[in-house]
């Protein structure tokens, strides 16, 4: 069985800046797409941006300039280095990749890591 891991959330002052990784259990299940996505407390869960798997970047408006997707395709992992925080920022932020196994995609989701900004 295989799991997308996340780590690097917490709590961090307005203007901080914070790297999210997301990472397959298992190193033969390569990560491919990559989304981040977040879901603040009463809202949907929204895409923050997206890596395909030969590096190209998309991002939501809001977080264009601040925010980074990034992979290294050697340590399996995907990244989210976020800039210049905002409260509106605080929300659970999940990983989404389509891991590649055996000929085979498969989508998985990680189990979430909470982000807090502070004014």
């Known amino acids: 069985q295989v799991q997308l891991v996340e780590s690097g959330g917490g709590l961090v002052q307005a203007g901080g800046s914070l790297r999210l990784s997301c990472a397959a259990s298992?190193?033969?299940?390569?990560?491919?797409?990559v989304g981040w996505y977040r879901q603040a407390p009463g809202k949907q869960r929204e895409l923050v941006g997206t890596i395909t798997s030969g590096g190209s970047t998309n991002y939501v408006d809001s977080v264009k300039g601040r925010f980074t997707i990034s992979r290294d395709n050697a340590k399996n992992t995907a990244y989210l280095q976020m800039n210049s925080l905002k409260p509106e920022d605080t929300a659970v932020y999940y990983c989404?990749?389509?891991?590649?196994?055996?000929?085979?995609?498969?989508?998985?989701w990680g189990q979430g890591t909470q982000v807090t900004v502070s004014s």
């Open positions: 298992r190193s033969d299940f390569r990560i491919n797409t």
């Open positions: 989404n990749a389509d891991l590649y196994y055996s000929g085979c995609l498969r989508n998985y």
